[in-house]
């Protein structure tokens, strides 16, 4: 098992003595819950009083759970609540279309699938939770391009067309493309890719997919809900998936107080 670092884990003790206790404490009273000396829990306090995650009561000397405490629990419910409602989104999207449905999400790597719910058709290639989505060659990839942070988005996107080996003049080209390809996203609220490629490069033909995004109550892009549809057994129903892709991306923007695409 990785080690991690000792202090913050002692250090933590203190937050959680703090949220399991009703009232504010003293520091007395914090450093015996925590097993630490009196001297090394103001240290630590000194600490986490910088950061917001404690204030002290200047009349009382008490310590209690700071602004950014209240914030960190907030924003981690909102998100528990958000992945919930977009889970339930995408499990009735493969539901309506017996298709592969998958909820991906934006971290430091990229754009990463957090989850999936699977259809009947049996998949050429495998969709692993985890697994990445390229930004410059899917359906999913360009619903970030067009309603990600582009401070994030972008700059991922010269590194994956970097890796590719293109010039600098391939890919300003490619950049170019792929902005008015955005500008058309955000108008349409919807991307399209037939045929679908799996992370960068490979093309999975006869399957095509289409991606919608889902907003939260602050209104900033969480999530992309694609469906992977074979397009020999569903390409008269092109224009319903799409309705259906893009209604179901709404429902869940919806409930988490967030845009809708119209």
């Avoid at 404690?54 to 907030?74: E, H, K, M």
């Avoid at 309506?96 to 790597?109: I, K």
């Avoid at 609220?189 to 907003?215: C, H, K, N, Q």
């Amino acid at each position: 098992m990785a080690k991690g670092i000792q202090s913050i884990v002692l250090g933590f003790r203190l937050l959680q003595a703090l949220t399991d206790s009703d009232a504010p404490m003293s520091l007395k009273t914090l450093a015996a819950v925590a097993a630490m000396s009196p001297s090394k829990a103001r240290m630590y306090l000194i600490s986490f009083m910088e950061t917001g995650l404690i204030v002290q009561n200047s009349d009382t000397g008490l310590y209690t759970l700071g602004p950014y405490a209240i914030r960190l629990g907030t924003r981690a419910l909102q998100r528990m609540e958000l992945m919930t409602v977009a889970a339930e989104a995408m499990r009735s999207l493969q539901q309506q279309t017996n298709s592969l449905v998958l909820l991906c999400a934006w971290d430091v790597r990229g754009v990463i699938i957090v989850s999936r719910s699977e259809g009947s058709d049996p998949q050429p290639l495998q969709f692993h939770i985890g697994g990445s989505a390229s930004l410059g060659s899917t359906a999913t990839g360009h619903i970030f391009l067009a309603f990600g942070t582009r401070e994030e988005t972008w700059p991922h996107l010269q590194e994956e067309l970097a890796q590719l080996g293109l010039s600098e003049a391939q890919q300003r080209k490619r950049v170019k493309a792929l902005e008015g390809e955005a500008d058309q996203i955000r108008k349409r609220r919807v991307a399209e890719a037939d045929p679908i490629s799996y992370a960068s490069g490979v093309t999975l033909s006869g399957f095509a997919a289409i991606a919608a995004p889902i907003f939260d109550a602050s209104q900033r892009l969480r999530f992309a809900i694609t469906l992977i549809y074979r397009t020999d057994r569903n390409s008269r129903r092109k224009d319903e998936l799409l309705r259906l892709t893009v209604q179901a991306a709404n429902r869940a923007s919806h409930l988490a107080g967030g845009a809708t695409t119209g």
